[in-house]
């Protein structure tokens, strides 16, 4: 085969490849009488987690311009001792009492919404197919609905404006750095399977001191590298354990909680650190300690509706609506971020 000659072509050049293999983009092909060809779709390949790490607000509603909480915090004032508890006299007549106040924290829910939009021409085209157009195109509003959530609920959407971040980049969750290991490095990938575990054991103990001893974060997201290292590194020459199954088995949460520490990876962490670029491998990576509950942090959105189907001409479209928030860290202190490791 030769390429096309695009000039003296005429419109049958803009619909075919230079082997005159494809014929449009409704997935019609020429198949010649000895190819086997595969009728499989065979789909993007993407990565979606938040289903796994987080929980959604689900009260909100389309209608909704902003989602609400409160924030309670109480007082008291001590009584006749400077211990600050609550003592008094057999002839009080001036008692102290709490007091309660009560914040709230407003924000935007952001309308999301793309068209799905194909013709009648490229329906019968594709019917012929075996691959009809229009549950393609629905298929593919599905997987960018999900990828922009995955997206807003991890690290938000900097562009849209600088409060707009998520569970893993929020200005209200502190970060440290990780430690020096004795090789001199702060990365995980040179440090022993001991200095490891001390790194995620800080990084919880810190959360659980912010919260007075309160809660102890039950899980851990890490990027994609630092898992397969921990999970592929043996401990000992035996092959007895990998560091992964070490750090599980000797983790502060077992003692804290009575389970193991949930350890997981996302994409989302590569990168992600004080200094780094998210995505970027060799930046700063970050690791992230928290309990998934919906009561400190969760992510409000709304379900997804849709206009009725409308006929334009050869078009037929409908267009698919929700709303997308801003993740609702209840409690920072119930997060905490370990950078560089």
Known sequence: MTMLDFASAGPLARMATYDRATQDSTGVFFVNELERMDQTLHEPQVNITWQRDFDLREDVTIGDDSSSYTISTYGSPGGLASTGINWMSKDADAITGPSVDIGKVAQPLIPWGTEVRYTQLEIESSKLAGRPIDAQKYAAMQLKDQMDTDQMIYIGDSTYGTGYTG???????????????????????????????????????NSWVATGGAVFPDRVLIPFAQEAYIASQLIS???SASILSFVMANSLCNRRNGRPLDIQSTKWMLGLGVGGTQGVAGTVDRMMAYTRNLNFQRYPMTGMVRTPVQYRSQFIAATYMKKLGISEIVYPENSYYLDNI
């Open 167 to 205: 569970m893993a980049n929020s200005a209200a969750v502190s970060a440290a750095f990780a430690a020096v290991g004795a090789s001199g490095s702060t990365l995980w990938v040179n440090k022993t399977p001991s200095e490891i575990l001390a790194d995620i054991d800080a990084v919880c103990v």
């Open 237 to 239: 020459a035996a092959g």
